[in-house]
């Protein structure tokens, strides 16, 4: 399974995979996410944290581009 908010997504912070998995039990809300590729364990969570702080990120960076743009008076 795969975190994703639009063309946003987690990443494992050991190994960059976006793939995880859900923990036991089947059927119960997955907030405990396993890395498809290293194991390393991840709250759902912090990994919607990561993708809100990226998303920041790319906002804060829109910004300052468009500052440095050159108003056009027409």
């Known amino acids: 399974m795969r975190i994703r908010v ?3 997504g987690a ?3 050991g190994c960059g995979c976006e ?3 859900p923990l036991p039990p089947a059927g119960a809300p997955a ?3 396993a890395c498809f590729n290293c194991g390393a364990l991840m ?3 912090a990994l919607l944290e990561q ?3 990226e998303t920041v990120r790319r906002a804060e960076r829109l910004l300052e581009h468009s ?3 050159p108003s056009k008076v027409t």
């Open 6 to 8: 639009g063309n946003i």
């Open 11 to 13: 990443r494992c912070e």
């Open 19 to 21: 793939d995880f998995q």
């Open 31 to 33: 907030s405990e996410l």
């Open 43 to 45: 709250n759902r969570g």
């Open 51 to 53: 993708i809100a702080e």
């Open 67 to 69: 500052r440095k743009q």
